[in-house]
């Protein structure tokens, strides 16, 4: 039996890149567009219609931003999972876009291949982060007189958390440090449960606001 299709939702106000994108993802085996929306409004109305796995959402559409209707979408469909595709990287789009719901925050000069494992690891219940977001966030972090300088974080645990900053999947973790996968699985696990946070773009911006990271 074959593996269901991963359904996507595409929303942008701009034509060229809509189709585009919709043109190369439906050309990803195991992949299936199954709408495109111009602005905040029409991709929450279709997103509640057709229930789509993952969303591709621009920030700024005309109308209802994509912000907004993350929140909304997410209010009534708790499975529909989001990734931000953006020109904007100043931090406040990231955090509003990550405490709206998004499981990855990425800039559009992102390449195909970066693009196609990101929808794959969002579906699979993972979480990212563009690494040049996470770079500029930490030097934020790192100029600031108020971050904090204790955490009941392990270094091998802050370690690990540094790793997913920068877009390392558990498998990759686990060959860069010479652990198991189920060994890191623990390790983020227990990440979570210190930050109180539900994936891993929470943890690492969480990290990030309290200077647990810090370039």
Do not use: W
Not at 45 to 74: C, F
Not at 147 to 162: D, F, K, N, Y
Not at 176 to 205: C, F, G, P
């Amino acid at each position: 039996m074959e593996n269901p299709k991963v359904r996507i939702l595409i929303a942008d106000d701009h034509p060229v890149i809509r189709e585009g994108l919709s043109a190369m993802l439906s050309s990803v085996e195991g992949f299936e567009v199954v709408g495109e929306a111009k602005d905040g409004q029409e991709v929450l109305d279709l997103a509640l219609r057709l229930k789509p796995d993952v969303v591709l959402m621009d920030l700024r559409m005309p109308g209802m931003d994509g912000v907004q209707a993350m929140r909304l979408i997410h209010a009534q469909c708790e499975s529909v999972r989001f990734i931000i595709l953006t020109v904007y990287d100043n931090d406040e789009y990231i955090f509003e876009g990550i405490r709206a719901g998004a499981s990855a925050y990425l800039l559009k000069d992102v390449s195909r291949e970066e693009l196609i494992n990101a929808i794959r690891e969002v579906h699979s219940g993972q979480s990212l982060l563009h690494p040049r977001i996470t770079r500029k966030l930490l030097e934020r972090v790192s100029s600031s007189t108020e971050a904090e300088q204790e955490s009941t974080l392990t270094e091998r645990e802050i370690e690990i958390l540094r790793l997913m900053a920068n877009g390392a999947s558990n498998k990759q973790i686990a060959v860069r440090l010479s652990i198991s996968s189920h060994t890191v699985k623990t390790h983020v696990s227990n990440i979570y449960q210190k930050l109180e946070v539900n994936d891993r773009a929470e943890a690492v911006a969480k990290a990030i606001r309290k200077g647990i990271l810090q370039g």
